[in-house]
Every structure is written in structure tokens, then in C-alpha cells.
């Protein structure tokens, strides 16, 4: 296979993988020619209308949404370029191609101050064509997947921020109960009662082999560069597969923090909420989504939880937030019930 048919299969692979969600109005006057196209277009797309000129497809526009406009320049009652201005007006980041003959090409210095995104030139070539579909399309999808991810990013935020509230809260009870854990005698039945009057971070790393430690620490760490790698680098994932590669990382924590004795319960708790999450149906898209933003503050807490522990030692205990954690991942049980 030469360079330029390699090109052209990628080329119409990527188009295939992007453009199946996207909706396209075509308009073009000649039938023959918009049948022809409109069956090429439908290879790619997930649904094409047509209209015959500018004025049926500004009604047609006008009553649907489209991810993209594909128009012919010469039409009667309304050309492509009156077309295009209209739209303009109506929607300014609205991705218009106009389909044109070489013979018009003085036009396209004013169709492109306009704001034409593209052009396929008449004769049709097809390598051309899918080469300008595939780069309005990619447009589409990246400006697409940046309001996703601002979207997701706003309700982690706001999600982190009312936790923050919340995990302040419980801090600062948690330091008059250290308070009033001073100087009175800790005995084997109060330990489990208030879990912050437990054994302390000198006796905890005097308990274990802190080798060991160093190299838990090292593993927690590479699990959570990995979900914020997974986080940032998910463009292309379905929801489906982000949640079940979220949830491997969820395990794979779980499995570290369960083999330190001290920490079996926490451990327990993440285990038994990767086993619910494995069971949520992957036609649940609501659910699924929902998810994403209070795993992500799930894995933020988990964080905090292990720098305190192994490396800043500015905690008492190994249970300084146990209560506060157990109790997110009480919440995420809960909405996957829900």
C-alpha cells in the first residue's frame, strides 16, 4: 500500500470512529448528486438531511440542530454563501463546508472572511473530501469533549469543594476528641470506640517493616499518577470503559492499603465497594457518569490519606481519616443503589 492510499485509509478509519454521533445537513440542488453524496456522507455520519437550496435548509436549520452544514456555493432562491451569512447570524460557531467549482474560486477569499471552515472543490476527489470531513469533524469532536470535561470538572469541583467543607468539619472534631484523649488511660475496649485514640504513627511504623512501607507508598503513589493520567488522557473512551478502568485502579489501591494490618479495615471498604461497582449495568449511563467526579474526589481523599501517613508524618494515626473515608465510599454505595 502507497503512502497516499495508507493516508486515506486512516484517514476514513478516524472519520468512521469520530463522525458516527454527528448530524449533517446537506444542501445541494442537483438530486443526482445530492443522492450520490448524501450515500457517501452516511458511511460516516450518524444522520444526514438534504434540502434542495439555501431556503429549505435555513427552515429546516431553524427547527433542528446540526453538528455540521454541508452546502453548494450556485443554488436557486439562495445560494451557499447567503446560506452560510444566514446561519452566521443565527449561530457564529456553527462549522459550515461549501461545496464549489474551480471556476468559482474568486468567491472564496469572501467565503472564508465569512468564516467557511472548509471547502471541497468540484470535480469531487475523494481522498480530498475525506480529508476535509475528517478535519471539520475532529474540530467538532475536540471543541465537543472540552465542554465534557469542563462540564465534569465543574461538578468535581463543586463536589471537592462542599467535601472540603465537610472534611473540615470532621477534622476539627476529630482534634477536640484528640484533645480529650490526653492523658487518659487508652484501654483495648475505648481503641475501636474512637479510632483517632489508636495506635500511633511512631508505633505504627515501629509495627511494620518500614522497607515495606517505603515500597507501599511507591505503589499507592503509581496508582494514583495512573488515575490522573487515565483522567486526562480519556478523550477517546466510551464512559463505560473510563469507569471500568477506574475501577481496576480502585481494586488495585484496595489490595495495597488491605495487606497493612492496621489498615484492613479502610481496605475492606474499598474492596467491597470495586465489588458493587463491577455490578452496575453498562446500558446505566446516568449512573456510570454520576460516578466519575466522586471517584475522582474519592481518589483525591486517598491521597491526602497517604501523604499524611507516609510522607509528611504529620498525622497521630494511621486513622485519621478512616471515618471520613468510609463514609465517601458509603456515599458512592449508596448512588450506585440509587
Known amino acids: ?64 440542530s446540526y453538528d455540521l452544514i454541508i452546502t453548494d456555493l450556485t443554488m436557486p432562491q439562495m445560494g451557499g454563501m447567503q446560506l452560510t451569512s444566514a446561519i452566521r447570524i443565527l449561530n457564529a460557531s456553527q462549522p459550515v463546508i461549501v461545496v464549489s467549482a474551480y471556476s468559482e474560486s474568486e ?30 469533524a475532529q474540530a467538532i469532536y475536540d471543541r465537543e469533549m472540552v465542554h465534557y470535561f469542563n462540564t465534569l470538572l465543574e461538578r468535581t469541583n463543586s463536589e471537592l469543594r462542599a467535601s472540603n467543607i465537610e472534611l473540615e468539619s470532621t477534622l476539627n472534631q476529630l482534634g477536640r476528641l484528640r484533645e480529650e484523649c490526653k492523658g487518659e488511660l487508652i484501654t483495648d475496649i475505648f481503641v475501636p470506640i474512637i479510632p483517632m485514640c489508636g495506635p500511633s504513627l511512631e508505633e505504627f511504623y515501629t509495627l511494620n517493616d518500614t522497607l515495606e512501607l517505603n515500597r507501599t507508598n511507591e505503589d499507592l503513589e503509581q496508582i494514583e499518577d495512573d488515575f490522573n493520567l487515565l483522567l486526562v488522557s480519556s478523550d477517546r473512551k466510551t464512559t463505560e470503559n473510563l469507569i471500568l478502568s477506574f475501577n481496576q485502579l480502585l481494586r488495585a489501591y484496595a489490595h495495597e492499603i488491605h495487606l497493612i494490618p492496621q489498615c484492613h479495615e479502610l481496605g475492606y471498604a474499598l474492596m467491597q465497594m470495586s465489588r458493587r461497582i463491577d455490578g452496575i449495568k453498562t446500558e446505566n449511563i446516568d449512573t456510570i457518569e454520576y460516578l466519575i ?21 504529620n498525622v497521630d494515626n494511621v486513622h485519621f481519616m478512616d471515618d471520613y473515608l468510609i463514609k465517601k465510599i458509603t456515599e458512592i454505595e449508596m448512588s450506585i443503589e440509587n
Not at 36 to 46: A, E, H, I
Not at 293 to 313: C, K, M, N, S
Open 1 to 64: 500500500m502507497n503512502t497516499e492510499a495508507f493516508m486515506t485509509h486512516t484517514n476514513v478509519k478516524q472519520l468512521k470512529e469520530i463522525g458516527f454521533t454527528l448530524s449533517v445537513l446537506y444542501v445541494e440542488d442537483d438530486l443526482e448528486i445530492q443522492q450520490q453524496l448524501k450515500s457517501f456522507f452516511l458511511r460516516f455520519f450518524g444522520r444526514v438531511d438534504t434540502a434542495n437550496n439555501g431556503i429549505e435548509a435555513l427552515d429546516l436549520y431553524k427547527n433542528n
Open 107 to 136: 468567491k472564496l477569499i469572501e467565503l472564508i472572511n465569512i468564516g467557511v471552515d472548509g471547502f471541497i472543490l468540484k470535480p469531487v476527489e475523494i481522498n480530498r473530501v475525506v480529508e476535509t470531513l475528517l478535519k471539520s
Open 293 to 313: 467526579p466522586l471517584i475522582t474526589a474519592l481518589f483525591d481523599y486517598l491521597e491526602q490519606w497517604r501523604r499524611g501517613i507516609f510522607v509528611y508524618h
